[in-house]
């Protein structure tokens, strides 16, 4: 832009933790993004994690990744990569050289202040679904392709709910939108439904320049305040076996320029396009991924970097991605340590290979997000609504999982661990002696609203009371509470003035053309 607009404020105060839109639906946990407190579970040895760094080291060295964008390959073969054709062959020295470089942790600052959150440490911040193709729901009670009001939806529980903390790529691909100007009505749509850090898909120039500039036209920030912190992030993904492909590295190298957030998650499923055994696959990850740490240290020193991990392994029977597996869990556990081993944060998953919220859905999901926990993960993507391996969103999903994200939430609160004299109790005990019960106590009568978590959607009614009720299924609960958050939603505040600059934003591209489809 050759002229910087004047900085803006909001009207309507902050949406924070002020939940307005439809708080009667549920009792739900206020905004707070939980600090892991528990030590991380480590499958490696000290012996086990040099191992696997060798491992990808050797991989940078000897094999070389693929790098298929031409301005990429110029910028690593000057910085002193070898450089044959579009092979590139990197040192260990140079890599842990820029390496270093990258901050340990960084923050998301999104229009709205209130939901700043941080990537690194032991701070761990949950995601909606993005991307699947396809949309389910219990009304339709079938698989079909997503539409924008599909994904309005589910942007509106990506708002709603407090244990959603970013906003990440479209929660379902909203098929309806011609494929050039979709990111535009989308972004639209994220930017005035909801006020949490945005995401851009790096798939070419136009759609990251176009993501950039609307997300600084709806904090109100000037060019310089834009870059000055990171307020958006993008994610690539390597072309599994060792390459990364052209409008993703273009997409990356923009976003590094302007001082944004950075996640590289290779997807590597063992067995297919990577090797079957997992310490192998975790290797190949990291050696796609720190290539372009690499490149984005090249482009900015200091640039915020994360690195993801998506290795799992198939089904050897039909070639299916499986998910929540014992060997997806160990492989996210292994990645954390050669992350720490790194000092770059991490980003994993709440993913599962189930096709309708059924029971095996909830398992793997739950083995996804408690595998994100135990390996030290700070950014889990799709931790809310993921179903068919990532080919179908679903809200009754989505609900469901919140559940177990409220639950992990309080898990890491510090007041269940206390053990001042207050939580030691012995004054309680002594009151109750060898006889007696504790519910009617001054201790419990004083705790009692508080003392423990508090569901939104399971139902602890026994078997009669739950027959009674009408026997109502999870899935159905879930249902009809989608529903009614849905119904009495209202849109975070947005200043008038901003919300027109975005709307003439995306009529003037539109009238432009968009974006190319033809990648």
């Known amino acids: 832009m050759t002229e910087e607009p004047k900085r803006r404020t909001r009207g309507g105060g902050r949406a924070g933790a002020k939940t307005r839109r439809g708080t009667s639906v549920i009792e739900q ?6 600090v892991n407190i528990d030590r991380p579970t480590e499958p490696l040895s000290p012996e086990g994690v040099a191992a696997i760094h060798d491992g990808a080291m050797r991989i940078l060295e000897e094999i070389g990744i693929e790098i298929l964008n031409h301005e990429a390959l110029e910028i690593l ?7 044959d054709g579009e092979n590139v062959r990197l040192g260990r020295e140079m890599v842990m050289e820029y390496v270093a470089m990258a901050p340990s942790e960084f923050k998301l600052t999104p229009r709205n202040p209130d939901r700043t959150i941080t990537i690194g440490g032991k701070n761990l911040v949950f995601g909606n679904v993005s991307s699947p193709p396809n949309y389910w729901d219990m009304s339709l009670g079938r698989k079909v392709p997503g539409t924008r009001e599909q994904c309005r939806d589910l942007l509106k529980l ?3 709910f407090n244990c959603i903390h970013f906003a990440g790529g479209y929660p379902v691909e909203p098929v309806d939108i011609h494929a050039s100007v979709r990111h535009l009505d989308v972004l639209y749509d994220k930017l005035t439904l909801t006020d949490k850090a945005m995401h851009a898909y790096s798939l070419g120039k136009e759609r990251v320049e176009d993501v950039m500039e609307m997300v600084r036209i709806s904090g109100g920030w000037t060019d310089e305040e834009f870059e000055a912190s990171p307020k958006m992030y993008t994610n690539i993904n390597s072309t599994s076996p060792l390459k990364h492909d052209i409008p993703m590295l273009d997409g990356w ?3 590094a320029r302007r001082n944004q957030g950075l996640v590289v998650t290779p997807f590597t499923l063992a067995g297919a396009m990577a090797p079957v055994t997992m310490s192998g696959a975790v290797a190949q990850s990291l050696a796609e991924a720190l290539i372009a740490v690499v490149l984005a240290q090249i482009i900015r020193p200091g640039a915020s970097v994360a690195i993801g991990t998506f290795t799992s392994n198939v089904d050897m029977k039909t070639g299916a991605p499986a998910f929540g597996t014992p060997e997806y869990m160990r492989a996210t556990q292994m990645t954390g340590q050669l992350c720490r081993f790194y000092g770059l944060p991490m980003r994993s998953s709440g993913v599962c290979g189930a096709n309708v919220p059924d029971g095996q859905a909830m398992w793997e999901t739950s083995n996804s997000l408690w595998a994100a926990v135990q390996s030290g ?10 179903l068919e391996g990532g080919l179908i969103a679903s809200p009754e999903k989505f609900i469901m999982d919140c559940e177990i994200l409220q639950q992990i939430q309080r898990y890491m609160d510090p007041s269940i661990c206390a053990t001042g004299p207050d939580e030691i109790a012995l004054d309680a005990i002594k009151s109750v002696g060898n006889q007696g019960h504790f519910f009617g106590i001054q201790h419990t009568q004083d705790r009692y609203t508080t003392a423990f978590y508090q569901p939104f959607l399971s139902d602890w009614t026994n078997y009669e009371g739950w027959e009674v009720a009408g026997g109502i299924w999870t899935q159905e609960r879930a249902h009809h509470m989608f529903k009614e958050i ?3 939603f209202e849109e975070p505040p947005m200043d008038v003035a901003i919300r027109e600059e975005l709307a003439a934003f995306v009529e003037r591209r539109k009238s432009e053309g968009g974006a190319p489809t033809d990648f």
């Open 253 to 255: 190298m923009r976003i």
């Open 486 to 488: 849905v119904g009495s």
């Open 29 to 34: 946990m206020p905004w707070n993004p939980p």
């Open 158 to 160: 990506t708002q709603y």
């Open 77 to 83: 073969r000057k910085a002193g990569c070898t450089v």
């Open 377 to 386: 993960t700070n950014m889990v993507y799709h931790a809310a609504g993921w």
